[in-house]
């Protein structure tokens, strides 16, 4: 089915798909906020924005990952527009093997270097901070970092504010109970800020736009908070990640495929990383491996 393109308020529409995306019209042509999963993502905004007569001067990516930047070098090429991402992000946009090479912590054998881990490579040619006006144009970045390194919010003038992935859906939250996180405490802070920021209208990236986010932000926090008692309850005596995983699998009837493994296993350290720097775990390294253990169950 092809993309369509709705209006949201003013000059601010959206293209619903698995990964929604922004577009802000004014004057100077189209910008885009995120560019869909892949190339094909791509080709159908050229062509909805083409049947409009309007022109991609910019994409903003939220984030570097593969479902949110798989459009920008198909639209690069064909429109010559500027791409603007945060520092961090623009490492990863500029060097998709980042992403596969950092979940996997190692080199990344083939297997890992696919389409929803690694996109095509973009030129970025804005660097941007990751609050504030963004450049020569009215919108604004609201720093959301967590579910990656220097994610970024972009709220348009017509009060609407695209959230990347620093919300997922009840549906998702439901299906797969991990979302994914590379900083824990940060997430749990850009969730605070959600809770203060003002928008007439929120686009989360993989959910239905909405006036309200105050049930997702709490169904978002439940689930990190029940996450973390289930890690603790594994952790009572010293358990290594593999267990941990294992623990995780059975509790929310996971199945791991080559990309959910990595996802999770990755977002698994990062709760194992949160939790010890909050001192609830201790980290013990043994003959041949690390172990997890819930510090209260050390000291009785
Ligand atoms: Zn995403």
Not at 34 to 56: F, T
Not at 123 to 131: A, C, E, L, R, V
Not at 189 to 199: D, G, I, S, V
């Amino acid at each position: 089915m092809g993309l369509e393109l709705q209006k949201i308020s003013g000059n601010t529409y959206i293209i619903s798909a698995p990964t929604n995306i922004g577009v802000y019209v004014n004057n100077q042509g189209v910008i885009l906020i995120d560019s869909g999963n892949d190339k094909e993502a791509g080709r159908q905004i050229i062509k909805l924005l083409k049947e409009k007569g309007w022109e991609i001067k910019m994409i903003i990516n939220t984030h570097s990952n593969a479902d949110h930047i798989g459009g920008n070098n198909y639209i690069q090429r064909r429109s010559n527009c500027r791409i603007a991402a945060t520092q961090l992000e623009a490492a990863f946009i500029q060097n998709p093997i980042f992403e596969p090479a950092f979940l996997w912590g190692g080199f990344p054998c083939s297997t890992f270097t696919n389409k929803f881990l690694m996109a095509t490579p973009a030129k970025i040619t804005d660097i941007i901070p990751s609050s504030g006006k963004i450049l020569d144009t009215d919108l604004e970045a609201i720093p959301l970092p967590g579910h990656f390194f220097e994610m970024i919010g972009v709220k348009t003038p017509d009060n609407v504010l695209f959230l990347g992935d620093a919300l997922f859906p009840e549906r998702i939250i439901h299906k797969y109970h991990f979302c994914f996180f590379y900083d824990l405490a940060s997430q749990l802070q850009t969730l605070e800020r959600l809770e203060a920021l003002e928008a007439e209208v929120f686009v989360p990236s993989h959910g239905i736009m909405t006036k309200d986010i105050k049930n997702l932000i709490t169904l978002n926090r439940d689930k990190i908070k029940e996450i973390i008692s289930v890690i603790l309850s594994l952790c009572a005596k010293p358990t290594t990640l593999h267990l941990i995983l294992e623990g995780l699998s059975k509790k929310y009837n996971l199945t791991f495929d080559a990309n959910q493994y990595l996802l999770i296993s990755s977002t698994v350290k990062s709760y194992l990383a949160y939790l010890y720097e909050k001192g609830e775990l201790e980290m013990f390294f043994s003959a041949s491996n690390i172990t997890w253990q819930k510090r209260s169950n050390i000291k009785g």
